[in-house]
């Protein structure tokens, strides 16, 4: 057996690329050599090549420093003999951690969360063995069977938002094994239409009836144990008891949706019609919320500051005014001319593409953009892209971390001396608002806003009453001297309203 394993190779490449050959070195491999058994080696590189398949090369060359120290503990702790397979996970985990310990390397490492929070985990060595033993374990079950769904792995197409990429789905936490057992079958309904956020709310969902199910009921077992009186004292329990959050109307909707997918699966009939529409509360109403233009002025002056290409984004996701979903996943071809005009085509995560025209000056951003990440990544998919797998968008939790890591460091306060809080959105909302003041009408809003109906447009109207009052001071004032000069000769009673000129 050779004992290096090549990362070209791995990635079926002839040699590194310069660009990527600066970070990563040119001809980096993973050494076998030293573990003391052909077991071990043959587990190992097993491992080593289906993490290839999962992650970027990149990611694979940074794994190097936590391989390295788990090879080191293999030498010295194993025999000739072992495999990875000859002791429960837990136990090598544990004689890991004691290694470690000796060896002064860290178990625990401090970060910094997108609010400034200090959080501590694990160390990085730790989380890299677990996911070597998970997978020299054997699991013969089909993957709908297990108890944590590893997303790859299922045999259906699911849909998921690129930015926000989701692995696995965990069912450990309902802790009754007839309602875990029953509710797969519902989310494996549910996953072959559903986009996986939806499938992730309604597992949240169970997770939280299994838990009123084991403190009240727990003699319920089976979804074919619920009824009518259960799930009417539940909804009680969540209007005056429970705590999790403040409105329960997604939570219970998508509870409904996973119960009655599951009573089909599973010919439970009583699963159907087990909520009434009355017992799922409306919709809260939002606060929406904008930027006024001195705060969006204070952001920019230190957002340009950023690196360059985390900079343009931010610019462009304002000057479209789109979702940041629809900004991450820009893709190279984007852009074309018609007509005398630079059309942008933008590629909706929640509703169908839509096209609309932009200033060349927009364009000339853009087009930077995209010559930055092709000069430094080849060609790629998406415009803005992961730096540690350039075949993917750059996530959210990425624009978030540097945006809010710049806020808290510069101080940045909005308008009443609060530090400002992160929210894409916002931008989306300023865009919106100020459409309506440049007196477009509703259909046009609409179009360039991407939305299917002008329904959503009277949100962005309402926003914008501050200019409604500006323009329509003089009309006010003109109307009250009207009626000032009107009140010319009438009784004393209502000389005090001049006196009091309150109506100027």
């Known amino acids: 057996m050779d004992e290096k ?16 050959a600066r970070i990563i070195g040119r001809n980096p491999c ?49 025999t000739a003999k072992s495999s990875l397979r000859d002791k429960a996970p837990e136990t090598w985990v544990k004689q890991f951690r004691t290694w470690m310990f000796k060896e002064h390397i860290p178990l625990y490492y401090r970060s910094r969360g997108p609010t400034g929070k200090e ?7 730790i989380g890299y063995f677990e996911r070597m033993l998970k997978f020299t374990a054997v699991d013969a079950r089909r993957e709908e069977e297990k108890d944590v769904w590893e997303l790859d792995k299922l045999e259906i197409e699911h849909r998921e938002n690129p930015i926000k990429r989701v692995r696995t789905l965990n069912f450990t936490r309902i802790s009754q094994d007839g309602i875990r057992q029953e509710l797969k079958k519902g ?47 539940y909804l009680t329990y969540l209007k005056t008891e429970a705590t999790g959050t403040k409105h329960y109307h997604a939570d219970l909707n998508r509870l409904r949706s996973l119960l009655e997918s599951t009573g089909q699966m599973c010919d439970y009939p009583n699963l159907i019609g087990l909520f009434l529409t009355r017992d799922i509360p409306p919709t ?42 629809d900004t991450l996943t820009l893709t190279p071809d984007c852009l074309s001319e018609r007509n005398g005009e630079i059309i942008i085509r933008i590629r909706q995560m929640k509703t169908k593409p839509y096209e609309k025209p932009i200033s060349a000056e927009l364009a ?23 730096e540690k797998n350039p075949s993917r968008p750059m996530p959210y939790t ?26 894409t959105h916002i931008y989306r909302h300023y865009y919106g608002m100020k459409l309506t003041e440049m007196h477009l009408d509703d259909w046009t809003i609409a179009k360039l806003l991407g939305h299917s109906s002008v329904r959503n447009v009277k949100y962005y109207r309402k926003m914008s009453n501050q200019l409604l009052a500006d323009e329509t001071r003089k009309a006010r004032q003109r109307l009250s001297a009207v009626i000032l000069d009107n009140l010319d000769g009438w009784e004393a009673e209502y000389e005090q309203i001049r006196q009091d000129d309150c109506l100027q």
């Open 187 to 233: 989310i494996y309904l549910n996953l072959q239409g559903e986009a996986i956020a939806c499938v992730q709310k309604e597992l949240t969902a169970a997770r939280r009836l299994s838990r009123y199910l084991a403190d009240r009921y727990p003699q319920v077992q089976s979804c074919r144990d619920l009824n009518r009186e259960i799930i009417e004292e």
């Open 284 to 325: 809260p109403k939002a606060a929406f919320k904008t930027y006024s233009d001195a705060e969006l002025k204070r952001l920019n002056r230190k957002i340009v500051k950023l690196d360059a290409q985390t900079a343009r984004l931010m610019i462009i996701h304002q000057m479209l005014g789109t979702r940041i979903s």
């Open 119 to 125: 959080n501590i985990s694990k160390a990085r060595e």
């Open 398 to 423: 990425t624009v978030q971390f540097r945006i809010t890591d710049m806020i808290y460091k510069k101080e940045l306060r909005d308008d009443n001396g609060e530090i400002f809080g992160f929210g």
């Open 5 to 20: 394993i090549y990362l070209r190779l791995l990635y079926g490449m002839e040699e590194i690329p310069d660009g990527l």
């Open 364 to 386: 000339a951003l853009i087009k930077k953009a995209i010559a930055y990440t092709k000069e430094k990544y080849g060609d790629t998919t998406y415009i803005f892209v992961d």
């Open 30 to 78: 993973y050494d076998l050599a030293g573990l003391p058994s052909p077991k071990l080696k043959e587990e190992i590189e097993g491992f080593i090549r289906y993490r290839s398949t999962q992650v970027s090369i990149g990611r694979m060359q940074g794994d190097k420093q936590f391989y390295n120290k788990v090879r080191r503990f293999l030498k010295e702790c194993a």
